[in-house]
């Protein structure tokens, strides 16, 4: 699904079948492809890194954007671009990599993130706009910056949302356990949300897997049982949903939910990896 899903330039598609997420999200891609290097898909992994090296190295001083279009062009529509979180994934996906290949790109992303890391960015949901916890977590661990993870830190109780489950510390997991996991098992993204009533997120499932291991063929079944009699792996499940009612608007806004999502292959992709490893 994700090899089908990446684009002949090398960006991945977030979604091939729902118009607003024909994209490709820098965040997104940087953990699909990590989940391809892990999978010895390595070419795969190294066609997104020369994808995201064409897009700054046509402006290398920035501002570098939340997503381009496939070809790696920018987004012209208003969805939000200030979204730094996904370059600082970057520069990990390219340390992981171990190749001086990116080296040069990777230089600009940092510069640019050591200016720009302080200022209002919107959050993993494209919903709030400020300093966020998984942000800054995203961009310190990109930089190697044990100041902006320590800021990072010193904002995850600011509220309670299931991104800080990347975070990892027990605490936080801990805090997003007792309130956003569902009955089912299942991880919702924060006790607000509307977004096609509120269900529960594969992929957060699987995030949930990864921070706490003793939990990880629970949440690795869990996302079995959400896949489609195809195999696609959508983007959250309609079993336990905050805000039922507001279901239909959004599906006669936008259509019927995103599937398959990319993001929820590869994320279910590191959980199997996870457990694999760990036998």
Known sequence: MILAGQSPSGGYVACPSFPNYRYSWLRDGCFVADAMRE???????????DWCARIVLRSPDG???????LEGRPDPTGWPHRQIDG???????????????????????????EQVWGEPSVDWWEERTGLHAVTLWCVGNGLQSEEIRREALARAHDRLDASLLFIGR???VSWVEGSLVSPGGGVWRHLDDEYYGGGEWLLLTAM????????????????????????DLPEQSRDHLLRPERYEPWVEKWGPPPSPLLWSHAMYLRLHHALRDRR
Not at 63 to 69: E, G
Not at 95 to 105: N, V
């Open 87 to 113: 370059w600082g994934l970057f520069l990990g996906t390219v340390r992981r990599r171990g190749s001086a290949r990116w080296d040069e790109p990777a230089a600009h992303v940092t510069r640019w993130l």
């Open 170 to 172: 027990p605490e936080l």
């Open 63 to 69: 501002p570098f954007d939340a997503r381009y279009t």
């Open 208 to 231: 949930l897997g990864l921070a706490k291991p003793e939990r990880a063929r629970e949440c690795l079944t869990w996302i079995e049982a959400h896949a489609t009699h195809d195999g």
């Open 39 to 49: 999978a010895g898909e390595v070419e795969s992994c190294d066609r997104f890194l």
